[in-house]
């Protein structure tokens, strides 16, 4: 059974920091691109960044390129978003997910299986 378990969400300020991480079990990591999506109630699901197998290949919404950085680690089987300079409007649930398709993809249709997401919230 897959499980991927997000965490790291909380309140911050604007122009503050915070790190998402993500566990995933069974199934080989390595074997899956990841990807980090947002949701707002009521809003479509949101690409926001992916990363390939090995992590050499990387891709970021237009919003967030420049602030936030996915990476991951293959032996801890974990997944990080880097959220750097954060702004109200990244105030939102963040899902990471699992999936066969390429490395980097913005498709949420190319992914799986997905967390139960972690709350964000940028104060002014």
């Known amino acids: 059974q897959v499980e991927l378990i997000e965490s790291g969400g909380g309140l911050v300020q604007a122009g503050g920091s915070l790190r998402l991480s993500c566990v995933a079990s069974?199934?080989?990591?390595?074997?899956?691109?990841m990807g980090w999506f947002r949701q707002a109630p009521g809003k479509e699901r949101e690409f926001v960044a992916g990363?390939?197998?090995?992590?050499?290949?990387?891709r970021y919404a237009d919003s967030v390129k420049g602030r936030f950085t996915i990476s991951r680690d293959n032996v801890k089987y974990t997944v990080y978003l880097q959220m750097n300079r954060l702004k109200t409007e990244d105030t939102d649930v963040y899902y990471c997910?699992?999936?066969?398709?390429?490395?980097?993809?913005?498709?949420?249709?190319?992914?799986?299986?997905w967390g139960q997401g972690t709350q964000v919230t940028v104060s002014s």
């Open positions: 990363i390939g197998r090995s992590g050499g290949i990387t």
């Open positions: 069974g199934r080989t990591f390595s074997m899956y691109a």
């Open positions: 997910a699992s999936g066969s398709g390429p490395g980097g993809s913005s498709r949420s249709g190319d992914y799986d299986y």
